[in-house]
């Protein structure tokens, strides 16, 4: 079996958590970026990492989640809002709804640090978008600590 660990990122913060689930895969593999618009059908299992954008997977990943037939998923995505939020409760689920015709087996994640001028540029929309609220607790991350129970989370299903 082939596995395929594609992301979406903007800054980075997703690339970090999809090179650690590469790393830690040990059947055969690739790490592809969702702009290289790889072949779900070359692959027997795929991760789909994400960011979270205006409450909902970034549009690249939208677009792709639909293409994965009968086979199975591991959703993971970076986000400001508070790790266990209802917001990205939410923004999983539509990922997953949109995964529908594939197996979704686990998801994770986990908050992403924001840049500074991104940060003021939402800071200074009105209404201020709901997830700036908790963008300054995202700082750091994702740190080592996140990227520790992602491996450790994915390490306990079985693919
Ligand atoms: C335009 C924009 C919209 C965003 N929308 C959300 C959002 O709706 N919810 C959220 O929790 N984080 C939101 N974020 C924060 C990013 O999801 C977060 O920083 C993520 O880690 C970025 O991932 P990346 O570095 O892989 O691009 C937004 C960031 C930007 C720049």
Same mark, same amino acid.
């Given at each position: 079996m082939k596995v395929l660990v594609v992301y979406s990122t903007k800054t980075k913060n997703t690339l970090k958590l999809a090179e650690a689930l590469y790393d830690t895969i040990r059947y055969r593999k690739e790490l592809k970026s969702i702009t290289d618009k790889p072949? =779900?059908?070359?692959?027997g299992f795929i991760a789909v990492g994400f960011w979270i954008k205006d409450g909902k997977p970034d549009s690249a990943t939208m677009e792709f989640l =639909? %293409?994965?037939?009968d086979k199975e998923v591991f959703l993971f995505a970076t986000h $400001? !809002? $508070? @790790?266990?939020s209802d917001s990205v409760h939410d923004a999983m689920k539509v990922a997953k709804e949109l995964a529908c015709n594939a197996r979704t087996i686990g998801t994770f994640s986990c908050q992403g640090e924001i840049p500074a001028e991104m940060m003021e540029k939402a800071a200074a929309? !009105? *209404? %201020? *978008? =709901?997830?700036l609220a908790d963008a300054p607790s995202a @700082?750091?991350? *994702?740190?080592k600590k996140d990227i520790r129970e992602l491996v450790d989370f994915f390490n306990k299903l079985t693919i």
């Open positions: 072949d =779900p059908e070359d692959y =639909p %293409q994965i037939r $400001a !809002s $508070a @790790k266990n929309q !009105s *209404p %201020q *978008p =709901p997830w @700082k750091g991350h *994702p740190d």
